[in-house]
């Protein structure tokens, strides 16, 4: 069974820094495009980044770019998601996903969310 488990997530003020881990499991992934998506209350899914497991090419969205990054842990099948500079439009449920194919349209597989929120 894939399982992708996300943890990391909690309450940080502005400007503070949060490391989000993705724990994948159940699958090899080598093939797959990782990476992870927001949702912020009242507003749709939107990409933020992602990372092929095999050669760590990193894509990024333009309002993440420069704080955010993306980065791989192949011996332990885990995914990062390493936020800096964070500020209050930050504030949404981060979900990891995995997607054969590595274009992000429509992920395979997805985390449960773990909740960042951005004080002001």
């Known amino acids: 069974q894939v399982q992708l488990v996300e943890s990391g997530g909690g309450l940080v003020r502005t400007g503070g820094s949060l490391r989000l881990s993705c724990a994948a499991s159940g699958r090899t992934f080598s093939s797959y495009l990782m990476g992870w998506f927001r949702q912020a209350p009242g507003k749709e899914r939107e990409f933020v980044a992602a990372i092929r497991w095999s050669g760590g090419n990193t894509y990024y969205a333009g309002s993440v770019k420069g704080r955010f990054t993306i980065s791989r842990d192949n011996a332990k099948n885990t995914v990062y998601l390493q936020m800096n500079s964070l500020k209050p439009e930050d504030t949404a449920v981060y979900y990891c996903?995995?997607?054969?194919?590595?274009?992000?349209?429509?992920?395979?597989?997805w985390g449960q969310g773990t909740q960042v929120t951005v004080s002001s």
């Open positions: 996903a995995a997607d054969r194919a590595a274009t992000m349209r429509n992920p395979d597989y």
